[in-house]
C-alpha cells in the first residue's frame, strides 16, 4: 500500500485507473481499519 501511496502522490498523471479499482477492491478492508483509527485517535485526544 505505500508504494500505491507514492504512485497517488508523486506519478498521478500517470494512474492506471484499473489497477486504482482493482487495489481498492482487494484492500479496501485496510482503508477501513485506517478509518477506524483515525476516528478512534481523534476521539480519544479531543481534537
Known amino acids: 500500500m505505500a508504494g500505491f501511496r507514492h504512485?497517488?502522490?508523486h506519478e498521478y498523471l500517470t494512474i492506471?485507473?484499473?489497477q486504482v479499482y482493482a487495489i481498492l477492491q482487494d484492500h479496501l478492508d485496510n482503508f477501513r481499519?485506517?478509518?477506524?483509527?483515525?476516528?478512534e485517535s481523534v476521539r480519544h485526544n479531543g481534537n
Open 7 to 9: 504512485l497517488l502522490v
Open 16 to 18: 492506471d485507473f484499473a
Open 33 to 39: 481499519k485506517f478509518a477506524h483509527c483515525v476516528v
